[in-house]
């Protein structure tokens, strides 16, 4: 019953920017971490950021801080990822999932569920 579904992938030059969408039901959003994470082929899992269920503290992997923002909005169960100045290093499958522990830790985040990802291509 519980879902993540992304969005807003696609294809962007690279230096352009994306913004990525999850949208969350069935479970008790506001009381889940969410984390955005991606997979590119023959290359593991990436956590890139996440945000937490009691202060929306965020924590952001080196390879995307200060490029990357994500936030949340409880009201929609929906947490965003705005993504700027993306390279071809960025090409991959984006997915959200939600842990069930209340801080943000990106390195322990292991998530309770899981979105099938959404593809983000950054070509000229």
């Known amino acids: 019953q519980a879902q993540l579904v992304e969005s807003g992938g696609g294809l962007v030059q690279p230096g352009g920017s994306l913004r990525l969408s999850c949208a969350a039901s069935g479970f008790t959003f506001d009381l889940y971490t969410i984390g955005w994470f991606r997979q590119a082929p023959g290359k593991e899992r990436e956590g890139l950021s996440c945000?937490?269920?009691?202060?929306?503290?965020?924590e952001y992997a080196d390879s995307v801080k200060g490029r990357f923002t994500i936030s949340r909005d409880n009201a929609k169960k929906t947490v965003y990822l705005q993504m700027d100045n993306l390279t071809a290093e960025d090409t991959a499958v984006y997915l959200c999932?939600?842990?069930?522990?209340?801080?943000?830790?990106?390195?322990?985040?292991?998530?309770?569920?899981w979105g099938q990802g959404t593809q983000v291509t950054v070509s000229s």
């Open positions: 999932a939600a842990d069930r522990f209340r801080r943000c830790i990106l390195w322990v985040f292991s998530g309770d569920y």
């Open positions: 945000i937490s269920s009691v202060d929306e503290s965020t």
